[in-house]
């Protein structure tokens, strides 16, 4: 079966308007400015906190 009334795209804009996407807040790493994720370890030199440093072990 068909729908009996078209959807306006109102309608339809209206419903999909909760599916948009938030952008990711980044933070930059005061060790190395390079841009991490808050109240997370840094990926590039494992710095957290003046009291917290993970040491990354080099692939190789």
Not at 4 to 9: D, E
Request: hydrophobic share 25%; charged share 25%.
């Amino acid at each position: 079966m068909l729908p009996v009334k078209k959807t306006s795209k109102s309608r339809t804009r209206t419903r999909r308007s909760h599916q948009a996407l938030n952008p990711v807040n980044y933070s930059i790493c005061p060790q190395c400015n390079n841009a991490k994720l808050p109240h997370a370890v840094c990926d590039h030199c494992g710095y957290l906190n003046p009291k917290f440093k993970l040491d990354l072990a080099k692939e190789s």
